[in-house]
Nanobody, 119 residues
Framework: QVQLIESGGGLVQAGDSLTLSCAASGRTWLIDAVAWFRQAPGKERESVGGITFDSGATFYSDSVKGRFTASRDSAKDTVYLQMNSLRPEDTAVYYC????????????WGQGTQVTVSS
């Protein structure tokens, strides 16, 4: 089992920055990558981006590329999402999820953290 706990959400104004954290615990050696998804009210969940645990390679959706940056602290088994130049359309509940080695499955999910960007 892997447990994920997000933190760092909040209410900010457009143009502000916010950093989300995703702390992993349990059988963290099973994790190949950690990704961030978000879901806004009335919308489907969408991928934001993420990072591989071993190499630190990052990936992003087009909607956040250039504004969001994923990073990791391997010693703490924690992944971060630095969000800059926030827009009202970034308002959503943000979830982190762990992809398990040897699979393409995002099996473990955090509880989510709310990000609200006011105009």
């Amino acid at each position: 089992q892997v447990q994920l706990i997000e933190s760092g959400g909040g209410l900010v104004q457009a143009g502000d920055s916010l950093t989300l954290s995703c702390a992993a615990s349990g059988r963290t050696w099973l994790i190949d990558a950690v990704a961030w998804f978000r879901q806004a009210p009335g919308k489907e969940r969408e991928s934001v981006g993420g990072i591989t645990f071993d190499s630190g390679a990052t990936f992003y959706s087009d909607s956040v590329k250039g504004r969001f940056t994923a990073s990791r602290d391997s010693a703490k088994d924690t992944v971060y999402l630095q969000m800059n130049s926030l827009r009202p359309e970034d308002t959503a509940v943000y979830y982190c999820t762990a992809q398990i080695r040897g699979t393409l499955q995002y099996k473990y999910w955090g509880q989510g953290t709310q990000v609200t960007v006011s105009s």
